[in-house]
């Protein structure tokens, strides 16, 4: 299984770009184990998820930021239903890491940190994370689940992807060459969106 | 066993001039030929009913729960075929293959289906290419497995009959590898795939990058508007603008009067009449009672896709043929074939930041086969593989994949990332004997009934093939200065090319095919079976538009033959 080659894979099919987002199962090509009905919930640790999403994407420049959105009970449902109990129970064991980890380094549980706290805290996960040189059995892949789930909830939100995005659902015509500024947001959307 | 349209013209209500058996691609053709030729036709599909448009089950990502994201709870889809035909919206649209579509592998094969009124017309990739005179000349000239009985000339009215009616756009390239339809306006490539197309043209004579032709509409047809570009096809599509059964043959086959349809019907089996050596009608459980029924005709078309259109030959006429209907020559359910694909390149192409797309364009571009065509001669393997592709620029989704946090990482993953592009090998597949499906008699579907068991492989002509594969992919990306070039060979399971096809091939003898040159089972001359498992050998271009033209011209044939009081 490459878990890192799976993470950013980009598949190109039928003509539309994709990324595989799921970080375990698609890395894997003779995975024939099947999906279950047994899941984890999330709804328990919400409070600290939230903290998690929001230091991934705080308020600032042209974005509301992940709390405002209020996407927290979307994201909720997306971890509870989309992954498989082995990424949910890693999952699981990873929030618990983070409070260990935040209470070895400030002597409090990562919510209780201020935010330029969880921003460092938290941006060195995401470095070692994406570091080349991070061998893959010390991969955070709860880490993994968590940004890809944050970014999921967040860029699908209604108003982001409409006031930010300018989002059309009937495009009516299709311009392979269309001048853009690179500083604006992108006309496009990933993920076959 | 609901009736979908109630066929008032039918006096008795179980004996009809023709049955259909399926109502995909190939079902949906012959319902419409049929019936349009005024036949009293019954079309049988296995699965539930889906209407056009009413069922359709489309939104924006925010309307959906998970957002796109398939979960847990819909998939008892296996996870190495969750892949990129995995999204909410659809999955409950695939086969559940431990309930329904219980299957057994000596072998892994991947057998993706849609049991659904419509069948896979509603799920399917929608290119369409027509296959040339080196496609049906090519086992007669490698020496391998029978000759085709039929060659491109045969098939030509045809494709352009279906081309017409089922609307493909694509741009006329006068290639002999791909040979030019009956084409709607192209879509238009963009400026990334255009600026490819001219390095690899420049760098080969005899490679072409074109825009993929496909079933998607650019110009409207009666009832179905063009193409919104919303990229949405297999969610349904309200504006008709792709051909599915349901926008496009079934509509047409109603219009006639002469249509029944009946959805929860599982063909059993064909009902064999010894004395005259024909096929009486079939025998259909209906999946909601499980009461079993017999209906009757003239003729029977199966189209019930390729390996269930074997599965119901295997059940039938066991008595006179232990294995079944069409097995006397001992080529039933041998020589499955498909695509074998899973080998990518894709990279970065710089130089294009001040442009990117507006619009969701359904499809992306092809590039034909050159490999072991013309003067160019491959060493280890024979045939040949296309490339289908896409240019685009990238959006937020690169920020799941790349290092950082916070304010000034989400307004940079938000602004247009670099255009990415890639492509995807579609490797021709040998027909080979040893490859093969057969009745398991041990397990049993829920139904009682027995279910296939595959025993297939990819060999050594695939497996040297795929080594090209990547080898040029990686050429042409570096060709037109990609650079981060990853490149993929994920290996390939017989079925995930979703082209399966064969095991009930047509040939020149009936002691080594089980079809005749007109669709017809030797065994039994009014059964035809028009669908994937009549052919013969795999090409490397997808196969549906050539499915809609084998069916269209045998049920011509069918037609011709009835009125002459030959079947």
């Known amino acids: 299984m490459e878990r890192r080659a799976a993470i950013q894979r980009v598949g190109i099919l039928l003509g539309t770009t994709f990324i595989a987002t799921d970080l375990f199962l698609t890395g894997c090509k003779s995975d024939t184990s099947r999906l279950t009905d047994e899941t984890i919930e999330f709804s328990h640790s919400k409070d600290l998820i939230l903290a998690l999403a929001s230091t ?138 | ?57 489309d939104g924006s990502a925010f309307d959906l729960p998970h957002r796109g994201k398939p979960t847990v709870k819909d998939g008892s889809v296996r996870t190495d075929i969750v892949n990129w035909m995995a999204r909410e919206q659809v999955m409950q649209n695939w086969v559940d293959e431990t309930g329904d579509g219980k299957y057994t592998e000596v072998k892994p094969f991947k057998w993706v289906r849609v049991y659904r009124l419509g069948g896979r017309s509603t799920m399917w990739g929608r290119h369409s290419y027509r296959w040339g005179d080196h496609d049906f000349e090519a086992n007669a000239k490698d020496g391998i497995a029978v000759d085709w009985p039929i060659r491109y000339k045969d098939l030509a009215p045809w494709y352009d009959h279906v081309e017409k009616f089922a609307g493909i756009s694509g741009s006329k390239e006068n290639l002999s590898v791909l040979p030019d339809g009956q084409f709607q306006k192209p879509l238009p490539l ?125 059940n039938s006429a066991t008595d006179v043929w232990q294995d079944g209907l069409g097995s006397s020559s001992g080529e039933l359910g041998h020589n499955i074939m498909d695509h074998h694909y899973n080998v990518y390149a894709s990279g970065l192409v710089d130089g294009f930041d001040e442009y990117s797309e507006f619009g969701r364009r359904p499809a992306g571009f092809y590039i034909p086969r050159f490999a072991n065509y013309g003067n160019d001669k491959r060493d280890g393997f024979i045939r040949g593989f296309g490339y289908q592709g896409g240019g685009t620029r990238q959006g937020w989704e690169r920020g799941m994949g790349s290092e950082g946090i916070g304010q000034e990482f989400i307004d940079s993953i938000s602004k247009p990332g670099p255009w990415r592009f890639g492509i995807a090998a579609f490797g021709e597949v040998l027909p080979d004997h040893q490859n093969k499906v057969t009745l398991d008699k041990e397990v049993k579907d829920k139904y009682g009934l027995p279910v296939l068991k595959f025993d297939c492989e990819l060999r050594a002509n695939e497996l040297a093939m795929r080594k090209d594969m990547k080898k040029e992919a990686e050429n042409m990306l570096e060709t037109i200065g990609a650079k981060e070039i990853q490149s993929n060979d994920g290996g390939h399971d017989l079925g995930h090319g979703i082209h399966e096809m064969g095991t009930a091939r047509m040939g020149l003898d009936a002691k080594t095919s089980v079809l005749n040159k007109n669709n017809q089972v030797w065994d039994a001359l009014n059964v035809f079976v028009t669908d994937g498992a009549c052919m013969t050998s795999s090409s490397c271009v997808n196969p549906s538009l050539t499915y809609m033209a084998m069916t269209a011209r045998a049920v011509n044939f069918a037609v011709e033959e009835l009125k002459k009081n030959n079947l």
Request: proline residues 2%; glycine residues 8%.
């Open chain 2, 190 to 314: 963009n400026i990334v795939e255009l600026h490819a197309k001219k390095l690899i043209e420049e760098k080969w004579n005899n490679r072409k990058l074109i825009i993929g032709r496909v079933a998607n509409l650019t110009e409207p047809l009666t009832g179905r508007m063009n193409c919104q570009f919303r990229n949405r096809c297999w969610e349904g599509c309200h504006f008709g603008a792709y051909f599915s059964t349901q926008s496009s043959t079934l509509p047409a086959a109603v219009a006639t009067g002469n249509l029944s349809i009946a959805v929860n019907a599982l063909v059993t089996k064909i009902i064999y009449d010894k004395d005259t050596k024909k096929a009486k009608g079939v025998e259909v459980l209906d999946t909601e009672t499980n009461q079993t029924q017999e209906f009757y005709s003239k003729i029977v078309f199966v189209c019930a896709s390729s390996m269930n259109s074997s599965w119901i030959l295997m």
């Open chain 2, 1 to 57: 066993m609901s009736n979908y349209y109630l066929n008032l013209k039918a006096k008795n209500e179980n004996t009809y001039d023709a049955i259909v058996i399926g109502s995909g691609i190939s079902g949906g053709w012959a319902a419409k030929e049929l019936t349009e030729k005024g036949l009293k036709v019954l079309m049988l599909e296995r699965g539930g009913d889906y209407k056009h448009i009413k069922d359709y089950n």
């Open chain 1, 56 to 193: 991934i994407i705080p308020a600032g420049g042209k974005h509301p930021g992940f709390a405002a959105s209020n996407e927290i009970n979307a994201m909720i449902t997306i971890l509870n239903d989309c992954y498989k109990l082995e990424d949910q129970k890693t999952l699981k064991t990873g929030l618990e890491t983070i409070n260990r980890m935040a209470n070895e380094k400030y002597k409090k549980d990562f919510i209780a940190l201020n935010n330029e706290e969880k921003h460092n805290f938290l941006g060195e996960i995401d470095k070692t994370y994406f570091d080349k040189n991070t061998k893959e059995e010390n991969k955070a892949y709860y880490y993994g689940i968590l940004k890809e789930a944050t970014l999921l909830t967040y860029f699908t939100n209604e108003k982001v992807m409409t006031d930010l995005f300018s989002y059309t659902k009937v495009p009516g015509k299709y311009d392979g060459a269309l001048k853009v500024d690179a500083n604006n947001y992108a006309t496009n959307f990933g993920l076959g969106i």
